[in-house]
């Protein structure tokens, strides 16, 4: 079987200001299937960069992104919208979870982008990652209605809708207080036990040794594996 990820000297240059910033500046890197993962590394060394473009969210300037061994820059735009819809998960700060829609909404929202999805069968499911992320209490309220940290678990529970091989989490205990990252954790722990694959960026070593492996970053290149 191929590696889940497999990264060939990735690069992302921002072109789009005056002033052209290289985030990404020849990385490779082999994740397999059901490794948890956490990357450490300064304040703008591009830890977020790779996280986007490892969910599709962004397209690498050169280099090759291999997804279960498939090269990623062969498939349409169709293609990459719908492994992103089916396949990853995501909980990153600036995927907030929409105001004035319920949380109970809010998980299902993944599944509004899938015609051919069984509705019911959904709200089953949003309803049992609810209650796993302990939230069956707050189904109708909404996000502004929600501590930091149900907030983010709610978010958690909308990233595994759609049972995701992958998980990304993009500091996921940020903004948390400790009680909480702890939950946050003891969750992640557990889907990686379940056998999905996460890739977690974090700057805090205690959160970072609840994964399996440390890849760091500096200067947009991966400096320890
Ligand atoms: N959309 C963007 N346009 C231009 N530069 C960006 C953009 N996003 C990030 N950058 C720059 O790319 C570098 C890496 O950023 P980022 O990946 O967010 O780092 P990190 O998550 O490690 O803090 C930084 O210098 C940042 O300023
Ligand atoms: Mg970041």
């Known amino acids: ?10 690069v992302k240059e921002y072109s789009d200001s005056e002033q052209p910033v290289l985030a990404l500046d020849g990385v490779d890197l082999t994740i397999e299937a059901g490794d948890f993962v956490a990357i450490m590394g300064p304040s703008g ?7 986007h473009l490892l969910g599709f969210l962004l397209s690498p300037s050169s280099g090759k992104y291999f997804l279960e061994g498939k090269d990623a820059s062969s498939l349409t735009d169709d293609e990459r919208a719908d492994i992103r819809n089916r396949r990853i998960g995501f909980v990153f700060q600036s995927f907030n ?4 829609t319920s949380v109970l ?18 709200r089953k499911r949003a309803l049992e990652l609810l209650k796993l992320v302990k939230l069956s209490h707050r189904l109708n309220a909404n996000p502004n209605q929600l501590s930091g940290g149900e907030q983010q678990r709610a978010a958690i529970a909308r990233a595994l809708i759609n ?8 500091e996921p205990t940020g903004n948390l207080d400790s009680k909480t990252s ?5 969750l992640l722990s557990e889907l990686h036990h379940e056998g999905h694959t996460i890739v977690m960026v974090t700057h805090e070593e205690e959160i970072a040794a609840r994964a399996h492996r440390t890849i760091r970053m500096k200067d947009g290149r991966i400096v320890s594996s």
Not at 1 to 10: A, G, K, S, T, V
């Open 1 to 10: 079987m191929p590696p889940l990820i497999r990264l060939e000297h990735l």
């Open 45 to 51: 060394c591009g830890k977020s960069t790779l996280m």
């Open 97 to 100: 979870l929409l105001p004035r």
């Open 105 to 122: 909404d809010n998980v299902l929202l993944p599944v509004e982008y899938m015609p051919d999805a069984d509705r019911a069968a959904a």
């Open 163 to 170: 049972r995701p091989a992958l998980i990304l989490a993009d």
């Open 182 to 186: 702890d939950e946050v954790m003891d």
